[in-house]
């Protein structure tokens, strides 16, 4: 059985993205902010359009990595504010028409208006996507996705850690699949030294 990898390449995204364009407008904004936002299956099934802030250009995303405490004493899921990259994904025209026609609550809702759509659900949509394109990846590489590209652009894990939002060097290291041109492009920068 082949292995599964853990990132998409970035034309892969692309093509994902526009297939979810022409076939469902929720499918293409969901695979959009996961991939550009980085975020678990878990946290995107969680927005709510009260999420997002087209003043700041944030979204408060609940991350469920960290669970505390609340005033009650019930476990919740703390939020986490994160810069959007750039307006890009704000000014989609897809996204903003998208967010418009959507009523309060759940950015994404389940077959009942008031819940939200599954974790499960989400899966088996992401992978009815990749079969059709016949890429063997889960909806977690759209994670691996955003932390390999930001590495790729700035060679800088701590941003892949920040963006992520990992504890650790280590776990944000994972994300990050160098190929022979970033290897090159390290080299060619002075990396090597005699």
């Given at each position: ?10 034309e892969?995204f ?7 364009k022409?076939?469902n ?17 878990g ?7 009260s ?17 505390t ?21 704000m000014?989609?025209?897809?996204f ?6 959507l ?11 008031s ?18 394109l016949k890429?063997?990846v ?13 590495y ?5 894990l ?16 994972t ?5 022979l041109?970033?290897i090159t492009?390290?080299?060619d ?6």
């Amino acid at each position: 059985m082949k292995e599964k990898k853990k990132f998409l390449e970035p034309e892969e995204f692309k093509r994902l993205l526009d297939v979810a364009k022409k076939v469902n407008i929720r499918d293409y904004v969901l695979f959009l902010l996961a991939g550009n936002l980085g975020l678990r299956v878990g946290e995107v099934v969680r927005l709510r359009k009260s999420d997002f802030d087209f003043g700041t250009k944030t979204v408060m995303a609940p991350t469920l990595k960290q669970k505390t405490k609340g005033p009650l004493g019930k476990e919740e899921l703390p939020v986490v504010y994160i810069e959007l990259p750039g307006i890009h994904i704000m000014n989609n025209e897809v996204f903003k028409k998208y967010f418009k026609v959507l009523g309060s609550g759940w950015l994404f809702k389940g077959k009942r208006s008031s819940s939200r759509i599954s974790e499960n659900s989400v899966q088996k949509i992401f992978k009815k996507y990749v079969k059709a394109l016949k890429i063997e990846v889960s909806f977690h590489s759209l994670r691996h996705f955003r932390g390999d590209s930001i590495y790729k652009k700035t060679f800088d894990l701590m941003a892949v850690k920040t963006s992520l939002r990992h504890r650790s060097m280590k776990y944000a290291s994972t994300y990050v699949h160098p190929g022979l041109k970033e290897i090159t492009r390290y080299f060619d920068k002075g990396g090597f030294v005699e």
